[in-house]
């Protein structure tokens, strides 16, 4: 591990030789956390609270795979196993993977790369934090008054008029997290707009910070449309409405459609971040640039705006006509374009660095390689001819775990062991952190690849008993998935012993740029010290030695309340 | 049906050769790209990996490289979006000489009827050599009608027609798949196809059970049952010939004006939905409306009937309802009970 030293002036929030308090042990009361301002411990209580889902719906997942390692349903009944996979569904997407990466990561970073003190809103983002528990809140409680069998997209008129479970309490806490996914993605617009350090300029933004700001604009534009539709469907289950119901002159087609606006865009709220991490990798372990910056910048938000106009594609054998599937079709294949830029752009990054394969970076290439294939997969599912035998099948189910489980849960990975010693001021077991990569790689391939061959051989998804001749496949997937269960639970182990007993971090153990890199490890509440200034593109590799740095180049006093003699002094330096 | 492990599902649809074919195609793409990728990854990060005296790293831009990873992504999309639409396309007309089954989707079994009246539960028997044509309903959710030897499926949505053709060219037994998710059986809603050589087909079908009535028969008992032949020779609109023709209709506010073909889901909609469409100079009031009244197969029983009604037909009473056709009718499932009986069904 290389440390390299910043200087002190620019990290320590008090004066040098006095330890300050970080945002860590500014106070240590339950409800110094529960009621914060500070972005970064509401970031801390995402990653609490969405950690505690995951293995929720890690747990589901675990079920079913042993019930599927035999063709009978033999471990539990088709009731429990329609409930399980519904649940497994809704917890992974909607508690897990649409907020993973922006409300954890994000919360934390998004201010200390653009050199902000916070976010704009400290009280919505808050407010954000408490919606989105009373979400999972409300579903928790579905799942535990009996259940929802629905299937996590909730199709009518199956939910809205002959399901017999939970259908309303669960789409009501979708509903309700909703508002935190809009509230988050407004925080995160505003913020970017107004809260640049000086001299942080568009394209000096990180990428992490493009495309976390795209995904913003989905969350805003597309969250309300579900929440509506999830509203639509309790209102039909309650008082029989024929919105969705065919019986009552209702459309259940409809349904899908207002369902899938919001639900592919929602596929790129969950990886535009990931997308984000991964640029912050590549460049950090190649002490190089990102490959084609404004490129990739750009590609985020074509990926955002074409992303609200594919959804067409999950309606192929609907009864869609020829002519809606084609456009369809072609637009779908339009979203692959900047997707297979920025791959191609990660993977070229590399090239002529100076590459170290730590933890997060094995993430990274972990992630190059899976999410490689779950895009490529995706272009069987675009090419309609296709599609028509391939939908529903676990062709789709082995694509959306390689492009959601492969490209957000390695990206998410990855960023947490990066940021790690930033967030906590402490260093990981690096052995363990390797293994934990290598095992996810491996467990996870063997547990979706096999899933591929059984969707071309015609294995639908939600069969809780299949024909025998799937078995072979089924048994090489569930142990696939214990593997990977294991390379998920280590983390669990070794990061929290190293958030009590590991070694100090220092304030840039990876030797990275970027600003929150110039900030103390964990950083002091207000983050900087004194309001940075930036005169330099990002990830202007090779570091600096920040030995050679002057402090006065890169910081004004922003102790000053006069407003106008702070932007003379901000010019000055920029000029 | 072949039970044995296989990592390549059986062809046995004329259609199933040209999806193979594409996907064999996707498959070199895919192969071929994921092995580059892996591969750079893997020679870039042992070639630059960091150590002692290593060049220091170097900045590298390239706008042809940029170029050449946007414009071939390109091309290769245009080649799969064609070649995808082209199977498409091709499937989406049944020929005119297919034969014609009607499905009924339900919780959770396939119902299946052939136009001689003869009945299937979760088998579909077909000859071979003759494209076939599936009219299909569904009862209560939605289901999809899947045969992945065929390479083919389709969705049956309730309220309203859905159509599926095939062209079947092996001899065999397949499997038969739900594949959208409907509930409870939903693993359990599975059936076989079988594929009978033309005599055989023949044979089998002519050896219909006692008291099968084919469904022009049914639809005809049905329509004389109901009434409905008193208003359509006389005061309302005839159905002599109506099937494929073009009606000018009101729809919505009394003086918009609109064209709509007769078929399957515009006679469907009229049946049970009386007042959606009014053809032009009838009054909106006269024919009351059936929903409720016919079950699905009912209504697909009486557009067989209402098919074969050519142009010189004559429309009449002459059909006295047989008395065992209330029989028929079973009553429309309440929730309530649906969901018992789902209790008590024990899978396997």
Aim: net charge neutral.
């Amino acid at each position: 591990m290389t440390t390299i030293p910043v200087n002190p002036e620019l990290t320590s929030p008090l004066p040098l030789g006095r330890k300050g308090p970080s945002y860590l042990d500014i106070s240590f009361t339950v409800k110094s956390w529960l009621l914060t301002l500070d972005h970064k411990r509401i970031a801390i209580l995402y990653l609490l609270s969405m950690t505690a889902l995951f293995i929720v719906g890690g747990a589901f997942a675990t079920m079913m795979r042993l019930e599927l390692t035999t063709p009978q349903g033999d471990f539990v009944k088709a009731e429990a196993y329609n409930k399980l996979f519904t649940m497994h569904g809704v917890t992974m997407v909607f508690f897990f993977l649409i907020p993973s990466v922006p409300a954890t990561l994000g919360n934390f970073l998004v201010p200390l790369m653009i050199g902000a003190r916070d976010l704009a809103f400290p009280r919505i983002n808050l407010a954000s934090w408490y919606l989105f528990i009373i979400g999972a809140a409300f579903t928790l409680a579905a799942m535990f008054a009996g259940g929802v069998d629905t299937g996590w997209t909730f199709y009518t008129p199956y939910s809205s008029v002959y399901s017999n479970s939970q259908v309303a309490l669960a789409v009501v806490g979708i509903f309700i997290t909703g508002f935190s996914s809009v509230l988050t993605g407004l925080n995160f617009i505003v913020t970017v707009h107004k809260m640049r350090a000086p001299g942080m300029t568009w394209f000096r933004l990180p990428l992490f910070i493009w495309s976390n700001y795209a995904a913003a604009l989905i969350m805003v534009l597309g969250t309300p449309v579900i929440s509506i539709t999830m509203v639509l469907v309790a209102v039909e289950r309650l008082f029989g409405v024929g919105i969705f119901d065919p019986a009552n002159g209702g459309d259940p087609v409809l349904f899908q459609h207002m369902f899938w606006f919001y639900s592919h865009p929602a596929v790129y709220i969950m990886v535009l971040p990931a997308f984000g991490v991964i640029s912050e990798l590549m460049a950090a372990f190649s002490r190089k640039p990102v490959f084609g910056y404004k490129v990739v910048a750009f590609a985020s938000l074509a990926i955002a705006l074409l992303s609200f106009v594919v959804w067409g594609h999950h309606l192929f054998t609907t009864g869609q006509s020829v002519y809606a599937a084609l456009v369809f079709s072609v637009l779908s294949f339009l979203v692959g374009i900047p997707t297979a830029i920025k791959v191609f752009n990660w993977t070229f990054t590399m090239y002529k660095g100076s590459v170290s394969l730590e933890t997060p970076m094995l993430f990274a290439l972990g992630f190059l390689g899976i999410f490689t294939l779950g895009g490529l997969t995706g272009l069987f599912l675009a090419a309609v001819g296709l599609d028509i035998h391939l939908h529903d099948t676990y062709f789709v189910v082995a694509h959306f775990h390689y492009v959601m489980v492969g490209g957000v849960v390695l990206a998410f990975m990855g960023g947490l062991h990066y940021w790690w010693p930033k967030i906590t001021g402490r260093m990981y077991n690096e052995f363990w952190g390797k293994m934990s990569a290598i095992l996810i790689f491996f467990g996870f391939n063997l547990t979706f690849f096999p899933q591929f061959i059984l969707g071309y051989l015609g294995m639908p998804r939600r069969y809780y008993a299949y024909a025998s001749e799937f078995q072979v496949l089924n048994i090489l997937s569930s142990a696939g998935a214990s593997i990977l269960a294991s390379g998920y639970l280590l983390p669990g182990i070794y990061l929290a012993y190293s958030f009590v007993k590991g070694p100090k971090a220092g304030d840039n153990p990876w030797g990275a740029k970027g600003l929150e890199w110039q900030t103390s490890s964990p950083p002091p509440v207000e983050n900087f010290k004194k309001m940075p200034i930036v005169t330099e593109d990002c990830y202007n590799y090779p570091l600096v030695d920040p030995h050679d740095l002057q402090p006065e180049d890169r910081l004004i006093d922003s102790t000053t309340k006069d407003d106008d003699k702070l932007k003379e002094q901000v010019k000055d330096k920029l000029s | 049906m072949d039970k044995s492990f296989s990592l390549w599902p059986t062809q046995a649809s004329k259609q199933a050769l040209h999806v193979d074919l594409f996907y064999i195609f996707m498959l070199a793409v895919t192969a071929f790209f994921t092995l580059l990728i892996a591969g750079l990854v893997v020679f870039f990060a042992v070639k630059y990996r960091r150590r002692e005296g290593a060049p220091p790293p170097e900045k590298f831009e390239n706008v042809k490289l940029e170029l050449v990873w946007t414009i071939v992504p390109l091309l290769i999309s245009v080649v799969m979006f064609v070649w995808g639409a082209k199977l498409v396309v091709a499937s989406s007309k049944p020929p005119e000489n297919a034969l014609e089954i009607h499905v009924i989707g339900k919780q959770w079994m396939w119902h299946v009827q052939h136009s001689n009246g003869r009945r299937e539960i979760n088998e579909l028997t077909v000859p071979v050599g003759r494209p076939v044509k599936l009219t299909m309903q569904s009862q209560d959710v939605i289901h999809s009608f899947f045969i992945p030897a065929f390479r083919c499926k389709q969705d049956v949505v309730p309220g309203r027609f859905s159509y599926l053709w095939f062209e079947p060219s092996e001899p065999g037994e397949y499997h038969l798949f739900c594949a959208e998710y409907c509930g409870l059986q939903h693993s359990g809603m599975i059936g076989k196809v079988k594929v009978l050589p033309q005599a055989d087909y023949e044979r089998w079908l002519s050896m219909s059970p006692a008291g099968e009535e084919s469904m022009q028969v049914a639809g005809a008992k049905l329509f004389s049952q109901y009434g409905c032949a008193t208003c359509h020779s006389q005061q309302g609109p005839s159905m002599a010939g109506l099937y494929g023709s073009e009606r000018v209709v009101w729809s919505g506010t009394p003086d918009k004006e609109q064209k709509v073909i007769a078929d399957d889901n515009y006679l469907r909609e009229s049946i049970l939905y009386s007042k959606a469409k009014i053809v032009k100079g009838y009054s909106p009031a006269l024919m009351p409306t059936f929903q409720g009244l016919l079950t699905e197969e009912n209504v697909s029983q009486l557009i067989a009937y209402i098919k074969t009604v050519g142009k010189d037909a004559k429309l009449g009473n002459e059909m006295t309802p047989g008395g065992r056709m209330q029989d028929l009718l079973p009553p429309r499932p309440e929730m309530k009970s649906r969901n018992s009986d789902s209790e008590k069904r024990d899978y396997k």
